[in-house]
């Protein structure tokens, strides 16, 4: 059994975790390229990888503080950097899944 989590459910354990452990009830993380749009809303923080803005956490509270912000831009960090191992593992395993194929059809033609 692979212990590695997909985007989907890296996604669902840290809305899990900003409603249930941070209590941002209603907290949704949006992943899309064009964030653009989702920066504009109120309660807004973008993820990042690099100066790319890979998606949104969009967070319904009555009263935003700095500390808010803060959190959020922090977990937004952390979510960029789970994002980008699973992006960094995916394409390690494709590749060697291929290397497997290449050397399997090479050790047939022997």
């Known amino acids: 059994m692979s212990m590695a989590l997909n985007r989907e459910q890296l996604i669902r354990r840290a809305v899990t975790g900003l409603r249930n452990d941070l209590g941002y009830k209603g907290a949704l993380i949006v992943i899309k390229e064009d964030v653009e749009e989702l920066r504009r809303l109120p309660h807004a923080v973008p993820i990042r990888i690099g100066r790319r803005g890979i998606g949104t956490i969009v967070v319904p509270v009555d009263h935003w503080t700095l ?19 699973i992006q960094f593992f995916e394409r390690i395993r ?15 033609r022997a």
């Open 67 to 85: 500390i808010d912000q803060e959190l959020l831009e922090m977990f937004a960090a952390h979510i960029a950097v789970a994002l980008r191992n």
């Open 94 to 108: 494709s590749t060697a899944s291929g290397a497997d194929r290449s050397s399997i059809s090479s050790s047939d």
